[in-house]
């Protein structure tokens, strides 16, 4: 009979071996690629699947305290499995409410299948061309932060597409990494989350089958699936961010206490918790909002989670910049560790929607 997945007892197994490495392989813009192998043999990318589909019937904010927590081992790893996670809890939503998705959950439920996302860049109106050929369509593009690549399996993205009736449409599509014209371009030599091989994709008039494309919808107006991904995905990916933040305020709370007499190390500490507690509050409001997967996908409720998005990625950034205050010249020397997180801490801003493009969306919206 199927169990769920015990998520506590993985991270106790694996995370202190996956901290353990996460330095060197941080230093060398090395992928996380054998903890990715231990994950799978864990069967953590099947986690949040439902039982009946195979899967570890995980649910969603059980992955989120999972990816917070393993953060706090390697932050490389959490923000990469993020982004198939994403993936797969989408899927699942949409499943849930009657839409496509089971068959994606059950290819990755039999296989294990490690799931590549491209949409960070794409937003409303994607990029690259598709073109019209016999039996579906060749595709040309470059999409950046594809994390997790060199262990993908199935890479989810889109293209544009100029409709010769129905006008300029995106397309969404999986796509084998392995596929004919698929090129990893080896190009992840970043500030920082160093080890997620979040390399950029490159294809080149790839043939993608007319029955793979899953989604056709209007360039450039919000489209109900932007709610879904938005609702179940930044939980997910700012709970690593969260980790990290976590993870900073720890390293630098021990030698905090050392300096007891120091008159101004309380305010400091103070002023770092309250925008650690500020950031764990956002994010938990957000994973309540996507009310395991029971929600009806709208704008406005992209709008509140991206809200919230913007409010937990300052807190995080700030939460690490304040942290390294609190640790005063120490948190400069890179043995102390907390160098690695508040550079990884920045990561945080790049993702959909950042600061100012959520208050433009969120602004037009309300008006």
């Not at 195979?54 to 989120?64: L, Q, V």
């Not at 929600?295 to 913007?310: D, G, I, N, Q």
């Amino acid at each position: 009979m199927p169990r769920t997945i015990d998520l506590k007892a993985v991270l106790e197994d694996l995370g202190p071996t996956f901290g353990d490495r996460s330095a060197a392989l941080e230093a060398d813009d090395r992928f996380v690629a054998e903890n990715y192998r231990a994950l799978r043999g864990a069967k953590v990318f099947s986690a949040q699947i439902p039982l009946e589909i195979g899967g570890g019937g995980a649910s969603h904010r059980e992955m989120c305290d999972f990816l917070g927590a393993l953060a706090g081992y390697c932050p490389s790893t959490a923000l990469a499995l993020s982004m198939h996670q994403h993936l797969v809890a989408a899927a699942v939503a949409n499943d849930k409410a009657g839409r496509p998705g089971r068959k994606l959950l059950e290819k990755v439920a039999a296989q294990e299948l490690v799931l590549v996302s491209t949409g960070a860049n794409d937003w409303l109106e994607s990029n690259g061309r598709a073109e019209r050929v016999e039996g579906g369509y060749r595709v040309t593009a470059v999409k950046p932060f594809a994390s997790g690549g060199p262990a993908g399996d199935m890479m989810i993205t889109s293209a544009a597409y100029d409709d010769p009736v129905e006008g300029p449409q995106v397309l969404h599509f999986p796509l084998p990494l392995k596929a004919e014209g698929v090129t990893r371009l080896n190009d992840w030599q970043t500030l920082g989350m160093r080890a997620t091989g979040s390399d950029t994709v490159k294809l080149d008039k790839v043939f993608v089958p007319e029955e793979a494309v899953v989604l056709r919808r209007p360039r450039g107006p919000f489209h109900p699936a932007f709610a879904v991904i938005l609702t179940v995905a930044m939980p997910l990916i700012c709970s690593a961010y969260l980790g990290v933040a976590e993870a900073a305020a720890g390293i630098v709370r021990e030698g905090a206490r050392a300096r007891g007499d120091d008159p101004v190390t309380p305010f400091l500490v103070g002023e770092m918790e309250n925008l650690l507690t500020t950031a764990q509050l956002a994010v938990d409001d957000m994973i309540r909002l996507a009310e395991g997967y029971d929600f009806t996908p709208t704008a406005e409720l992209a709008s509140r989670v991206l809200t919230r998005k913007t409010i937990a990625a300052k807190a995080v950034l700030a939460t690490a910049e304040k942290a390294l205050e609190v640790a005063g010249g120490a948190g400069f020397f890179r043995k102390l560790g907390l160098e690695r997180f508040l550079r990884d801490a920045h990561g945080v801003q790049f993702h959909p929607l950042p600061e100012k493009r959520q208050q433009l969306f969120t602004g037009r919206l309300s008006l």
